[in-house]
């Protein structure tokens, strides 16, 4: 064992392998390294002085030992992820959760004590005994199902010793390696913790060649200032407290050695942070730094920084791939499972149609055709599942026009790709093979063929088609899909890289790399480590069974950010600090460090995020609250009572509806919700009032007898079938005697209903640069005479509960609504209300206190208004909390990931 001192321990290998070629130019070496993205740059290291004459292997332990043959068969994961499932069903545990995560979950542990190298008793009552004594606590119910669990399944996964799982397989590749006939020289730099058989594999190895171990028993570099104040930071508390640690240091180092070369900066949102991470690759490159690694410890935070920096132009070379489940390609293999298993839900239809895949032996224009008339036939006749009712309704239009022969053959590839998935119980293979045959189809397969991500998945398929010949047992296809994703999500998208500058890898493989920037992506408390929560077993039983701890993970994250931040030039962590309105903790780790270097020198290592303006124009934009300027011939020639409510509210709101027209009721309607219970109120009251103007004329029992059957005459034609149709029917229903109370007692004060759903408008400003026609339509107009003539009433039916804000609102003239509707009738009017319609008892009137001052105080500000618009007035969103709970633009704006402190 070779222990370095000052120097770097790839240094220290590198002299001692090169000094002993030297001596035996003809003696092999073998170098194993920690993971494999040391082995290209230590070779050209190597190169340079070791003797030509001399044969060098530079590789991992794992990868050494691959080399040799397993004795036996080595069961596909998909194959053993089946048993344990097919285990678990037959046993009928766990029939209210999911099977295929709980059967991943046990291989996985199954796997660890194969690693670890548990031997399971051959009965349970010892394993139980065994569990007990590590629990330190009697056997009970709970504790011998954990244990028979456990104890079934390992034997389930080892009954056949011809059998192997790949942890058993590498055991016996471990064996065979180390009984080969080596001789030469073996050099072990800085390995990671050894399983028992690692270890037994280089002991025997070292009975035949020369084994050097090469290591530093501390992290970091002795004798470097950083790592002598990273180990005292974290070190555990029987070496004094934090603070007398940390004054000690600074007697002997009046320095910090983190001065301008550790940061860390919390975020309020992943956009912030990931925004944060591009300005910083952006500035090390400007300044000269062509080494940088980002470390992604959240993933999600990472792939917004990778899609912001290529589309900045700088190329990012990622070294763990992407869960494959991330990917646009099995997006829409399991987009098409989900509508076969929906019986064609128009959700998963739309989102197949937009993908580039379905189709994709068609010509782009066609198939733009077929999803641009599907759609608007989806819309039309408010299709919500059903693919073949979809095909008769596209039957039932007699045309040949193009856009509908393409509809008709996309929709007949999707009908024939079904019936190759109906819901029956098959193998796992014949559901693959359906699987290909169906995607063939639907021109799915062809689409994914002509892409990179695509063609790995058409790999994957086969390879599981291969895979899982052998798999025994028969699934329905809700069981299949279940298991697909979890094969989709275990599988890792990896791209054809040029090497660059900037790399994206995980903690583990920075060890002994020296980096000129490190940026440390998610490194709250949930993300460094990242530990998984383990459904079996606590720390004290997995220590009794020989398998890595908690503390174990935390230690060897300790070493390896010791090793990082020593290594690199300057290293920046980022984190966020809120996750939904709740305080997100940075990892314990880099909180304890920041308050010990407050402790040692008085200044945090907590920095505040870089100021906007550091950030390029195109990105301030969408960073910041959007604030759009109009040309002139953009400003709307027209104003409806609601878009008068937006602009007001939120001008950006305004923006969107009557500028980019995203108001358009253009989806399809699934259920009722509470504005459409306000339509159908509205269409009830003018059918009923149209039909009956003079309600006192009849009695109470008829009034409300006749009102509850055109209520159930109009709810009826509602085209959405849904359940809460009735309820919300009833809801209504319930209230009628109260409406019919209240409409006759205001018919004894003389009014007289005189129409209803009445659109007006009327042109404001005119011939002024502020000119803007109002539109709007009218509730309800009543009429009454009185001695000084006829009066006009305008009511405004609302469908919600009265509150007090209502009336201070209009008193503060801050709701104009009336004041609106009052110029719309372009008549003098007596009374401008809201009719509050949604009380449990009586409606009550909510007016306004003088409607012609507020209706020509609101002309005015809307002349002005429109006059700034074309004058180049900014539209920002700056609606409060309650408008932006209602507004129907959610997420438009990104009002989430604004930059709001800065």
């Not at 010892?126 to 007990?132: E, K, S, Y």
């Not at 790709?417 to 109906?422: I, P, T, V």
């Not at 109470?700 to 149709?725: L, N, Y």
């Not at 002309?859 to 007035?873: H, N």
Request: with cysteine; hydrophobic share 45%; proline share 5%.
């Amino acid at each position: 064992m070779i222990a370095s001192s000052e120097e770097d321990v790839l240094e220290v290998a590198q002299k001692r392998i090169v000094d002993d070629a030297l001596l035996h130019p003809e003696s092999p070496v073998v170098v194993l390294l920690p993971h494999i993205a040391l082995a290209d740059p230590f070779q050209k290291r190597l190169s340079e002085s070791i003797p030509p004459s001399t044969s060098l292997c530079i590789t991992t332990l794992s990868r050494w030992a691959a080399g040799q043959p397993p004795n036996g068969r080595v069961i596909p994961e998909v194959e053993r992820l089946s048993l344990v499932f097919n285990a678990l069903r037959e046993q009928r545990w766990f029939e209210q959760e999911d099977r295929w995560v709980l059967a991943r979950e046990a291989l996985q542990l199954v796997d660890e004590l194969t690693r670890w190298g548990f031997a399971m008793p051959l009965d349970v009552e010892t394993f139980t005994d065994q569990l007990a004594q590590a629990y330190a606590a009697r056997s009970s119910t709970p504790l011998q199902f954990e244990a028979r669990l456990v104890h079934d399944l390992w034997w389930v996964l080892n009954q056949n010793p011809m059998e192997l799982s790949s942890a058993m397989a590498y055991q016996q590749q471990l064996a065979r390696l180390a009984q080969l006939p080596q001789h030469g020289s073996c050099y072990l730099v800085a390995a990671d913790e050894l399983t028992p058989a690692e270890s037994q594999c280089l002991a025997a190895l070292s009975a035949r060649m020369n084994l050097v171990r090469i290591e530093n028993p501390l992290p970091g570099r002795e004798g470097d200032a950083c790592s002598i104040a990273l180990r005292a930071a974290w070190r555990d508390p029987g070496h004094g407290s934090l603070s007398d640690r940390a004054q000690s240091l600074a007697r002997d180092m009046p320095v910090s050695p983190f001065e301008s070369r550790l940061a860390l900066a919390g975020m309020e949102s992943i956009e912030r942070e990931a925004h944060e991470g591009a300005l910083q690759v952006r500035q090390w490159l400007s300044s000269g730094c062509r080494n940088i690694a980002i470390v992604a410890q959240d993933r999600v935070v990472s792939r917004r920084l990778r899609a912001m920096l290529e589309r900045q132009g700088v190329a990012v070379r990622d070294e763990s791939g992407w869960t494959f489940s991330t990917t646009a390609a099995s997006t829409v293999v399991m987009r098409w499972l989900d509508l076969v298993r929906s019986e064609g839900y128009y959700r998963h239809l739309q989102d197949l149609m937009h993908s580039p895949y379905l189709c994709g032996d068609w010509p782009a224009a066609k198939r733009q055709q077929a999803v641009g008339f599907l759609e608007k036939l989806m819309l039309k006749t408010n299709w919500v599942s059903d693919l073949n009712l979809l095909a008769q309704r596209l039957e039932g239009i007699a045309s040949d026009q193009e856009e509908i022969i393409a509809a008709r053959e996309m929709l007949d590839r999707l009908q024939r790709g079904g019936q190759l998935l109906q819901p029956q119980m098959l193998r796992f293979a014949q559901w693959l093979e359906r699987l290909m045959q169906s995607l063939e189809v639907c021109g799915i397969a062809p689409g994914l063929a002509l892409d990179a991500a695509g063609v790995q998945l058409l790999d994957i398929l086969k390879q599981l088609a291969h895979d899982a010949g052998q798999i025994p047992g028969r699934l329905s296809l809700q069981e299949w899909v279940r298991a697909l994703d979890l094969q989709f999500e275990a599988a890792s998208f990896m791209e054809d890289q040029a090497r660059g500058p900037v790399c994206m890898t995980q903690l583990s493989m920075t060890r002994l790399r020296s980096f000129d920037a490190v940026l440390v992506l998610g490194a709250d408390a949930d993300h460094l480590p990242f530990i998984s929560a383990q459904p079996y077993f606590g720390d004290v039983v997995r220590a009794a069974l020989g398998l890595p701890t908690r503390q174990d993970l935390l230690e060897a994250t300790r070493r390896d950010l010791i090793e990082l931040i020593s290594r690199a030039g300057t290293v920046k962590v980022t984190w966020r600090s809120e996750i939904n309105g709740e305080r997100n903790p940075l990892a314990p780790l880099l909180l304890r460090l920041d308050v010990f270097h407050q402790s040692a020198w008085g200044k945090p290592l907590l920095t505040a995020p870089s100021a906007p303006s550091d950030l390029p124009a195109v990105q301030l934009a969408a960073h910041g609250m959007p604030a759009p300027r109009l040309a002139p011939d953009q400003v709307p020639l027209t104003l409806s009572a609601s878009g008068h409510n937006r602009l007001l509210a939120c001008p950006y709101q305004f923006f969107a509806a009557a500028v980019l027209h995203l108001d358009d009721d253009t989806g399809v309607q699934e259920t009722v919700d509470k504005r459409d219970y306000g339509q159908l109120i509205h269409e009830v009251l003018y059918q009923f009032h149209q039909a009956t103007p003079h309600v006192s004329g009849l009695s109470a029992g008829e009034a409300i007898q006749r009102m509850t059957a055109v209520t159930r005459s109009v709810f009826s034609r509602k085209k959405v079938p849904d359940e809460e149709m009735r309820a919300w029917g009833l809801r209504w229903e319930s209230r009628i005697p109260a409406y019919v109370a209240w409409v006759m007692a205001w018919e004894q004060d003389g009014w007289r209903w005189a129409g209803g759903e009445v659109s007006h408008e009327r042109l404001l400003g005119a011939h002024s640069p502020g000119q803007v026609i109002l539109k709007g339509k009218l509730d309800r107009i009543d009429r009454r005479h009185s001695s000084t003539g006829e009066e006009v009433a305008i009511l405004d039916y609302k469908l919600k509960s009265f509150t007090g804000r209502i009336a201070r609102d209009i008193a503060q003239g801050e709701d104009v609504q009336l004041a609106v509707y009052t110029l719309l009738a372009d008549q003098p009017i007596a009374r401008a209300a809201y009719l509050m319609l949604d009380e449990e008892g009586v409606p009550r009137l909510v007016e306004s206190p003088d409607p012609q001052e507020s209706a020509n105080a609101v002309a005015t500000r809307v002349v002005a208004l429109f006059q700034s618009l074309r004058e180049g007035a900014a539209l920002p969103a700056h609606g409060d909390d309650q408008d932006c709970l209602r507004c129907e633009f959610d997420g438009l704006c990104r009002r989430d990931h604004w930059d709001i402190k800065a």
